[in-house]
């Protein structure tokens, strides 16, 4: 008599026992359950695969929260944008061309108010110093890339740059210079740069300050109440990039393992100071 058939009815089958177990586990969140799919998966590079971690990515991701400097910030951006609007001049657009023009075809020369033009080549500089310091925060930004809003400052200025500095996330932990793009890592991060952008810094103030007679400053006075919508607006611009700098200037400090009132100290001097601050700081460890 065979006692195989009734020991083998008496044993739970193996379908069974495995639904018990998973009846047992706890049920996973979503973020971790397609990061499990995503390791099990067979065709882990396939662009389904993409899509699932760019969802438990943002999931992860910090929500975003008003904090009192991003307020400060947007007022900055409100506050640039209703100078462009109601309190520069208008009708200017063929005066602030010719305006340009001058300053592309004779630099330097007297032909243009010399505050104004010290002024409008300093917006050259300080996007040169925005790059420089946010760059190396820039990786895994969860709401807007880096690279569009630093280039567009060139031309733009707070008005590219600002919303990009509202929706960021500070980065302040110390990063490898190894992991930085080509960009930052050769050039943003050399000495040479900043001591050529602090070179073409100091020029301009010094040739904005020699140059600052009484005739000068009253023809300054006219152009930002009478005869330029582009000084006016860019004076402002100018202005509140130099305020909003204070938070990437602190961010870099602590990156790169300084006490932030050293950096803070050279924003004190606008455009000069954030130059020397990239000529002075440390450099990231490979």
């Known amino acids: 008599m065979s006692l195989a058939p009734s020991a083998a009815a008496a044993l ?37 695969t993409r899509v699932v971690v760019a ?12 904090t009192p400097e991003r307020v400060a910030l947007g007022a900055g951006w409100v506050a640039l944008a209703s100078t462009a609007a109601l309190v520069a001049p208008s009708g200017t657009t063929a005066f602030d061309a010719e305006l340009v ?10 032909a243009t108010n010399p505050i104004f033009e010290a002024l409008f080549n ?6 040169a110093v925005y790059a420089a310091l946010l760059l190396p925060g820039a990786k895994d930004q969860p709401r807007c890339p880096a690279a569009l ?23 302040a932990a110390p990063v490898p210079r190894s992991s930085l793009g080509w960009l930052a890592r050769v050039v943003l991060e050399s000495k040479p740069f900043a001591a050529l952008n602090a070179a073409f810094a100091l020029f301009l103030v010094a040739y904005g300050v020699t140059h600052a007679d009484r005739a000068a400053i009253d023809g300054f006075a006219t152009l930002w109440t009478e005869q330029s919508a582009l000084c006016c607006v860019s004076s402002c611009d100018l202005l509140v990039l ?3 700098m204070v938070g990437p200037a602190r ?26 601050w990239l000529l002075t700081r440390p450099s990231l460890e490979e």
Do not use: H, K, M, Q
């Not at 300093?122 to 996007?127: A, F, K």
């Not at 400052?153 to 590219?160: E, N, P, Q």
């Open 12 to 48: 739970p089958s193996a379908s069974a026992v495995a639904s018990v177990r998973l009846a047992r586990r706890p049920a996973l969140a979503p973020g971790r359950l397609a990061r499990v799919a995503l390791a099990s998966s067979p065709g882990a590079r396939n662009v389904g």
């Open 55 to 66: 969802r438990a990515s943002s999931a992860d991701a910090p929500s975003w929260s008003p």
């Open 101 to 110: 023009r001058g300053l592309v075809t004779a630099p330097f020369s007297g």
């Open 122 to 127: 300093s917006l050259g500089v300080v996007p």
């Open 149 to 171: 809003p630093i280039a567009a400052s060139f031309a733009l200025g707070f008005f590219a740059l600002g919303p990009y500095l509202i929706l960021r996330e500070p980065r």
């Open 242 to 244: 130099s305020l909003a």
């Open 251 to 276: 961010e870099d400090a602590a990156r790169r393992g300084v006490d932030p009132a050293r950096a803070l100290a050279c924003l004190a001097v606008p455009v000069l100071g954030p130059c020397l």
